[in-house]
């Protein structure tokens, strides 16, 4: 009794160390991306085009969707699953994580139609530029409230079921990946600026050769 007592206090004690160390390693990961973004972009009309599109899903889901998960789906999801067992509990999870997916969806679609009225709501002293340049972005990114909806369904049973080391580990990857993309889409729009550059130069240089010998 008293070894199982011990290996569950030593379990407990390794899943908060996990914990911590991957929570710490998602924090430095952001601020390392953040400061990423500040170098590359600093506060030029396309950072804040950035900002405003990539800030417009989250709000809306948070205000319609993240508390009603954390509410109202996990308690329900706990309840069942002790009173009714694993197989209800699936079968009440599939059928909401099919409804949030639905839901979402729509949202998404019915954003992406007036992404242009939201960029105006969200920004209003944007100039045109920026707001053009932010609702192309918007449209890109609202699908992401469909995928954050399932994401953080799933999420939710995962922590329901006491497995908390893949939803930790969502936000290293999550930062992994977007500094990742910085780095490479960074040279791949460098090496497209360097070759614009040159066939400008080369057009130019044809233009003046034609006038020499005219």
Known sequence: ????????????????????FIIV????????RNSIQGIYYGLSMEANAFTVASLIPQTFFDIMFASVISASFIPVLNECLEKKGKEKSFEFANKFVNFIGIITLLLSL??????????LWFAPGFDEKTIILSVKLLRIMLPTIFLTGITFSLVSILQSYHKFGIPAAL?????????FLLFVFK?????IWACNNVFNWMGHANCDTDSNII
């Open 1 to 20: 009794m008293f070894n199982n007592d011990k290996e569950k206090h030593s379990s407990t004690l390794k899943s908060i160390g996990y914990m911590m």
């Open 25 to 32: 390693i998602a924090k430095i990961l952001g601020l390392i």
């Open 110 to 119: 019915i954003c992406i139609i007036f992404a242009n009225n939201i960029v």
């Open 171 to 179: 936000s290293v990857f999550f930062n992994g990946i977007i500094i």
């Open 187 to 191: 040279q791949i729009f460098r090496d």
